[in-house]
Each structure stands twice: as structure tokens, then as C-alpha cells.
């Protein structure tokens, strides 16, 4: 979607000098945008793999602490400590945080009403396959009006549009009514921890806008995310040797019991796909689809066991009062029990289910504040966002389980992202930060 697929709002139209003042700053730091994400894009933040060390997630922190320290914020820049962070379903219990600090800076404004929180992450998916890019993918190049890099579009775009609305709002001398806060964060694309640390420290508000790309549109809703592997059961034995049954200790390949399992994950997603129950205005099914599968040890035995793993994404509904997947797990093992109990092997062998992270669904009325904020913000640009449901995960649902209502709004679009030659218009990129500037103005004015 670019631009020209925005309905056209009505002229564009401010409410004030100040608001008239920093739309045109933005237009008129059109250069110097593309510079602080071209900035941006040089620092290799590629998301931990499991294995290798921190890159420059510091650096590029320290980075937008200088920049947001000159106009005047308080910035806070930390490592966390995973003793801080207590348990969570959302993230592991041994990450090391060395070299991965979060950042949040605070422009204080006149009162302590109605605060707004501007957050994105700064990892970024591997550039590989990198020797197909038309450029390097740490080296942001313009081109027919698109800066191409890697996080062009996932997000240090919309992380630039933050920063770059943020100072401007300062160069203009425009005061907020409320504190607007800046968060910059590590661990989206890898875990969510970023956006979990930032809780843990203390940071709240009464609003976030996450700066995601979705080409100027309004993403008010997002499924989360269960991750369980089912374990089958068989009895070894020689390929090729004649198996008594099994109740007589023969042998039982567990890559064949796999079958019926497969054909219960597969008649679950049916069913949630055609129950009235699982239909959301603005968001898909919930849907599980089987992911890998690996099973077997030798080419002449019997598998004694297979495991398959799938990615089950789920609704706000099917949330428990937590807000995370609880239910879900349960519906889901209770589900493969009573599916495959016609089969003998399984109902004396039933396949047992484990579950690692769990990031939670999230979902916002049409009428927050924020979401008006923004709308009202890109009218008077001239232009209509779409609400929406995100079919990709964000940070914003770790921030509006927690209370606080968050908004996924950013230029960009998420087709771009994680591939080769990813980019974002750099028309977005103004719009943007002219959007998020008036925003604040609007949704910070004291009541
Ligand atoms: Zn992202």
C-alpha cells in the first residue's frame, strides 16, 4: 500500500501556529530524516540468534540518548537485570541482557496529565541473503523516493519518525500539556523481552504509539502466539523383522501415530476458522499450523518417537483473564486427547504437549484517545488511516496488556519488511513524524 491507497481526508488544515510551525519543520527536515535513518540503518542491530554477542545495540542507544539529551530530555539508558524481570510467559528466564540496553527518555511537560508513550525496536531480522540486495543493506541508499536498508521498514524508520517528531516538537519551543516519552528497545523480533523490560523498570503512561510500518494506517488489534511441540510416543524395533502386536511388546512407529495427531491440528484450525466465536472484526481466525516435524533414528527401526511442532496464533477472545494463552493451551491438549482416543497406541499413549513462549493478543476501541489522536492528527494532513487488525505481532501488546492503550501507527509496510532490499517511502517517513508530532500536541493537552 503507498500513500496514493490512503482515501484523501479533508485539506489539510492545523488548529494553530505551533501546530502549523513543527508540521513544517518536518517538511522542511525532510534531508536531515533521511540522514538520522540512514544513521540509524548503519548500526548493525541484528537480533540475537541464541549464540552470537550483542552488535551495536548500545552504540545506536547511546546514539538517540546524545540526539534526544540536546533538545532536552531526560534520558535513561539500562541494562536489565533478569532478576528484575520476574517470571514471564513471554520471554526466557536466562537471557543475558549484557549488551542490550533499552532506552527511555522523558520530555516533561506542564502538568502530569495524559501522558504519550513513542516506542519501537531497534533489531533487526539478519540482511542474508545479503549478496542479493541491490546495496548494502547497512548503508541506506534513496532511490525513486525509497531509502532501501535493512529495519528500513521494520522499524527504525518509524523509530526515526519518533525521534525526528520529538525534536522538533522542541526546536519549535512547543511546550507539551503532558510528558511525552521516547522508548527505544532491544529482543522484539527474537522475544518480546524489550518490551517486557520496560514494564519491569517502571515505565508507564497513558497511551503508546507504536511506529511498526503499516503504511500510515491505524492498527488497533493483534493476535498472540503459543508455540507447542507434541511428543508421540512408539516402540522400537527392526524394520523388517514380522512385530507381534503391540500390547505384546511389538514394535509401533511414532512417525505413523503422527498421522492422526496432523489430521486433529489441521480439523482444530477448521474449526476455529468457521466458529462463529473465533470471528473478530478486524483480525483472522485464530489458526494453528504445523511447523516442523522430526521423528525417527534409524533407517531399518521403528521411530519410538516423534515430535511436531506448530505455531498456533490466537485471539484477544480466546485470552484468559491474564490476558495470555492459558485457555488455549488447554482447548488445544484436550482437543488432541480426544481426537486421536480412537486409537488405541494413542489412548494408552497419549501425545503429551509442552509450550514455550506465549506472547499475548492485544486489542483497542476504535475510541481511545490516542486512536483520535492520530486520525484527527492525519486529517488535518490531509489524510484518512484505516483501522485495522496487524497479522504481525508488536511490543504494543506487552504495553496494552499492562494498561496502557497502544496504537500501532508507522510508515512502511510490513510486506517489505524482513526481506531483501527492504525500504520505506521517504514520503511516509515525513508524513509520519508530522502525524506523531501533532498527536502528541493533541492527545498531551491538558483536559
Ligand atoms: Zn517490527
Known sequence: MSIGDIAAGQPPSVRDSAEELVVEAIAAGRDELVDLVTNLIGFDTTT?????????????????????????????????????????????NDLNWEGYPQL?????????KRSLLLAGHIDTVSPEPRAAWNSDPFVATVRE????????????????AMIYATESLRRCGIELGGDLLLNTVTDEESTSAGGVATLAHGVRANACIIAEPTALNLGIACRGSLLPSIHIRGQAGHAAAVQPHWRSLGAVSAIEKAS????????????????????????????????????????????DSCRIDCHISYLPGQADGEGF?????????????????????????????????????????ADEPVVRAVQDALQSLGLNGRLFGCDFWHDGATYTRAGIPSLVFGPGQVSSAHTVDEHVSVDQLVIAAQTLALAAIRFCRPG
Open 325 to 365: 494463552g492459558t485457555l488455549v493451551e488447554e482447548e488445544f491438549a484436550n482437543w488432541l486427547q480426544r481426537s486421536t482416543a480412537g486409537d488405541p497406541w494413542l489412548a494408552a499413549h497419549p501425545p503429551q504437549v509442552t509450550w514455550s513462549m506465549d506472547v499475548p493478543p492485544a486489542e483497542i476501541s
Open 260 to 303: 492422526p495427531v496432523l489430521a486433529a491440528v489441521v480439523r482444530l484450525r477448521e474449526t476455529w476458522r468457521d466458529e462463529p466465536e473465533h470471528q473478530h472484526p478486524y483480525l483472522p481466525a485464530g489458526t494453528v499450523v504445523v511447523t516442523t516435524i522430526a521423528g525417527g533414528q534409524w533407517l531399518v527401526s521403528y521411530a
Open 48 to 92: 540475537r540468534d541464541g549464540v552470537g554477542a550483542a552488535r551495536q545495540e548500545r552504540d545506536l542507544q547511546e546514539y538517540v540518548g546524545r540526539r534526544l539529551s540536546a533538545v532536552g530530555a531526560e534520558v535513561d539508558i539500562w541494562e536489565p537485570a533478569q532478576q528484575g524481570m520476574g517470571r514471564s510467559r513471554q520471554i526466557p
Open 104 to 112: 527511555v527518555a522523558r520530555l516533561p511537560g506542564r502538568s502530569s
Open 145 to 160: 523516493g525509497m531509502l532501501f536498508g535493512r529495519g528500513a521498514a521494520d522499524m527504525k524508520g518509524g523509530v526515526a
